[in-house]
């Protein structure tokens, strides 16, 4: 009985175009890091990577060294012994002073990573200041922005608003031409509207004078 390779059936074509990711503008502003807008927290950060960094090896090692004492069958004789006899370091001594200095070390690295959490705590507001400080200028601008355009939207609402009040000073029903007014914006008759209120908040802190 002949064997027919059976067909598959073809893709459908995907009528989407390609996905193309979004290029990153080139003069894209870039906030400030706390520890870029204040030095002393960024060295505070790099020598807490440091001793991180460098306890986590002595853990390594103080790991090995408790394995090779484990399985080490090897006489032991205490060092002061031992220098009386003129003889070296017995191996299992000289493993018990390397756990005890690893632990010493371990123990004042991880001292010193408690006070560097300390020290960061106390310049976290300075630092999140210096970046606001720093980013200011272009929020200004940002918000300038903004304002200009919410003002221009204020009074395309207001006139929008007048006319609807026109039609219904008419009598006229003005459903069927739909959810043209923006109840999201508030009442555009007495200033008390979403936009008024945040150009008034804006103004207070210091914006769009």
């Not at 990711?21 to 003069?27: G, I, N, S």
Request: one cysteine or more; proline letters at 7%; aromatic letters at 2%.
């Amino acid at each position: 009985m002949p064997i027919f390779n059976k067909v598959k059936p073809r893709p459908a074509t995907d009528p989407r175009p390609p996905r193309i990711a979004p290029k990153a503008k080139p003069d894209a502003y870039r906030v400030l890091s706390q520890a870029e807008a204040l030095p002393e927290l960024g060295s505070l950060l790099e020598k807490e990577n440091e001793i991180s960094t460098s306890v986590r090896a002595d853990r390594a090692e103080l790991k090995l060294l408790e394995r090779e004492l484990a399985v080490d069958a090897t006489p032991e004789v205490h060092p002061d012994v031992a220098a009386l006899l003129g003889d070296s370091p017995s191996s299992k001594a000289s493993k018990r002073k390397a756990i005890a200095d690893t632990r010493h070390r371990i123990a004042v690295g991880e001292t010193a990573l408690v006070e560097i959490q300390k020290r960061r705590l106390s310049l976290e507001t300075k630092a999140s200041l210096a970046v606001c400080d720093a980013v200011r200028p272009e929020i200004g601008k940002r918000v300038g922005a903004l304002v200009a355009a919410l003002q221009a939207a204020d009074v395309a609402h207001g006139e929008l608003n007048e006319l609807i009040l026109a039609i219904e000073a008419e009598g006229v029903s003005w459903a069927s031409l739909g959810p043209i007014r923006p109840h999201f914006l508030g009442n555009a008759s007495d200033g008390s509207g979403r936009i008024a209120n945040y150009l008034k908040d804006v103004r207070e802190a210091g914006y769009a004078q």
